[in-house]
């Protein structure tokens, strides 16, 4: 069992930036790869960004691309999601999710994650 908790939600300007954090505690945070998925009211989950269990492969949803970066420290337990050159869509409750595999393939369905945070809201103002 991994437990997850987001942090580093907030509310900013479009255009601006904001570090959200995902804290595993519980079950070793070894293989486990980690994704970032988002949902704005009314809308559907939807991927964001995700990263190996090595750090070394990641995917990213077309519209973050070159925006967002993610990135793990695996001593701390921790995965991060830097958003730059934020825009008023990016505005929702964004997820940490888990999911323990010794596969290379890094999953961008939610389907295939096992263990979700709480979630954390991202408001960015126009």
């Known amino acids: 069992q991994v437990q997850l908790v987001e942090s580093g939600g907030g509310l900013v300007q479009a255009g601006g930036s904001l570090r959200l954090s995902c804290a595993a505690s519980?079950?070793?945070?070894?293989?486990?790869?980690i994704g970032w998925f988002r949902q704005a009211p009314g809308k559907e989950r939807e991927f964001v960004a995700a990263?190996?269990?090595?750090?070394?492969?990641?995917n990213y949803a077309d519209s973050v691309k070159g925006r967002f970066t993610i990135s793990r420290d695996n001593a701390k337990n921790t995965v991060y999601l830097q958003m730059n050159s934020l825009k008023p869509e990016d505005t929702a409750v964004y997820y940490c999710?888990?999911?323990?595999?010794?596969?290379?393939?890094?999953?961008?369905?939610?389907?295939?994650?096992?263990?979700w945070g709480q979630g954390t809201q991202v408001t960015v103002s126009s």
């Open positions: 990263i190996s269990w090595s750090g070394g492969r990641t």
């Open positions: 519980g079950r070793t945070f070894t293989w486990h790869h």
């Open positions: 999710a888990a999911v323990r595999t010794l596969s290379t393939v890094v999953p961008t369905s939610d389907g295939q994650y096992d263990y």
